[in-house]
Nanobody, 123 residues
Framework: QVQPVESGGGLVQAGGSLRLSCAAS????????MGWFRQAPGKEREFVAC????????YYADSVKGRFTISRDNAKNTVYLHMNMLKPEDAAVYYC????????????????WGQGTQVAVSS
């Protein structure tokens, strides 16, 4: 069992950067792939990025590719989402989740979710 807790959200100007953290409790963190999703007001939750349990592979939504980087530190039980060149359309609540089974881009493939952290981007 891996229980994620997100932090690091806030208000940033367009073009700026922000780093989100996801601290996860549980002894199985180092063997669990982790993902980030986001949900903007009035929109469905969407996949942002995922990192395999051993950091051997990373996956990104096309909308963030080249601007966002996902990383992890298994010694600290923490996953990060480095967000650069932020755009107003990146504003959303960002959720960290533990992958269970299935395609990384699907919410149903994740079984434990954090409460989310708000990211606002001013133009």
């Amino acid at each position: 069992q891996v229980q994620p807790v997100e932090s690091g959200g806030g208000l940033v100007q367009a073009g700026g950067s922000l780093r989100l953290s996801c601290a996860a409790s549980g002894r199985t963190f180092s063997s669990t792939s982790m993902g980030w999703f986001r949900q903007a007001p009035g929109k469905e939750r969407e996949f942002v990025a995922c990192i395999r349990w051993d950091a051997g592979s990373t996956y990104y939504a096309d909308s963030v590719k080249g601007r966002f980087t996902i990383s992890r530190d298994n010694a600290k039980n923490t996953v990060y989402l480095h967000m650069n060149m932020l755009k107003p359309e990146d504003a959303a609540v960002y959720y960290c989740a533990a992958h269970y089974s299935g395609p990384y881009v699907l919410q149903a493939s994740y079984n434990y979710w954090g409460q989310g952290t708000q990211v606002a981007v001013s133009s």
